[in-house]
């Protein structure tokens, strides 16, 4: 309690002997005048921000740890993707064995910083590293209409047609190219110092072909087997009646000659009843043949479908749109 008291009592001193900052300040502002405030902190840029993690990549890649190193200036380009981030973003892909990315970024690197900037040795070591990486990817070469957009394994990489073939891991990767709102997905498998090209023009379009089905009683199969058995009928009975009446003439025949031997009664009476057997028997073939003809050919028109066919219909799908194909005879 005595120290409290010590304390507060000291506290309350030393209140009473500061003077109020705003009647000690003097008027006109001379040599004791308060300093303004400081401004604000500066808002860190995306270089600065870029900087940051850099330089831990730096100190990774000194000590040896690349993934840390690659990790790092991978972020570090997310953020700032300029020539200055991109030399060590390549050199710590080729180190981790990302060799695509090792060659677009060392190239980008090449490409873009000011030649002043570049001295004759890192040059030489960014294109020993190109060289090298390039010898363990391989190319792809995409085919397609104008404006599709090029996916490799999710990541956009340009639109068609590629003036470039697109440097690849060995490996297996999704390519998609996307036009409007549909697309086509294909898979490479790139190997270690070769090329493949993948097609994604639209094949064109092949109708579909339906035939339409005849309407009527009877199937088509079933009315051409009775119009076939029916004129087989008529014919069979035509030719029939044609045999019986030249049987009937033979008869004829042999009557007259038994009727002009005097011992041959019998026989002519004989001759002459075949005769008109025969007779009778190919006239009714006849009747018969053609009544199956004329048969045949009723059956034949009453039962014709109403739909003549074959008549064929179909589907197109092109790239001026969707439409529908009839042929046939109406």
């Known amino acids: 309690m005595k120290f409290l008291s010590w304390a507060c009592l000291a506290c309350f001193s ?9 009647l000690a ?3 006109g502002g001379g040599k004791g005048a308060a300093k303004p405030a400081a401004a604000p902190a500066k ?4 270089k600065d921000k870029a900087a940051v993690f850099a330089k831990e990549g730096a100190q990774a890649a000194t000590a040896g740890e690349w993934d840390d190193a690659y ?3 991978q972020i570090a380009w997310s953020i700032d993707p300029s020539w200055e981030i991109a030399a060590p973003l390549g050199k710590a892909a080729y180190k981790t064995k990302h060799y695509a990315e090792a060659v677009q970024r060392l190239r980008f690197y090449l490409r873009e910083a000011p030649a002043a900037k570049v001295s004759t040795k890192e040059r030489t070591e960014a294109e020993a590293f190109i060289q090298d990486a390039k010898s363990k990817t391989g190319l792809l070469t995409i085919k397609g209409p104008a404006g599709g957009d090029v996916l490799v394994d999710g990541t956009e990489a340009g639109k068609t047609p590629l003036t470039e073939a697109i440097i690849l891991d060995p490996g297996s990767h999704k390519i998609e190219v996307r036009r409007g709102g549909q697309g086509e997905t294909k898979t490479a498998e790139i190997a270690a110092g070769a090329t493949i090209e993948l097609d994604f023009t639209p094949k064109p379009a092949t109708p579909k072909t339906v035939i339409v089905k005849e309407e009527g009683v009877f199937t ?3 009315r051409t087997a009775a119009v076939i058995g ?3 009928l008529a014919l069979g009975g035509l030719v029939a009646g044609g045999v019986l009446m030249g049987v009937s003439v033979t008869k004829a025949d042999e009557r007259q000659k038994a009727q002009l031997d005097p011992y041959g009664i019998d026989a002519a009476k004989t001759a002459a009843q075949a005769e008109a057997d ?17 048969g045949t050919g009723v059956f034949y028109l009453v039962t014709r479908p109403t739909v003549k066919a074959p008549v064929k219909a179909g589907a197109v799908v092109g790239p001026q749109g969707s439409s529908i194909w009839i042929e046939g005879k109406f």
């Open 25 to 27: 300040q003097p008027k």
């Open 14 to 22: 030393m209140g009473m002997l500061v003077p109020d900052p705003a």
């Open 220 to 222: 088509p199969q079933v």
């Open 278 to 294: 025969m007779r009778s028997a190919a006239i009714w073939c006849f009747v018969g043949g053609g009544a199956a003809a004329i």
């Open 43 to 46: 808002e860190p840029t995306p």
């Open 71 to 73: 990790a790092d200036y």
């Open 230 to 232: 029916g004129g087989a």
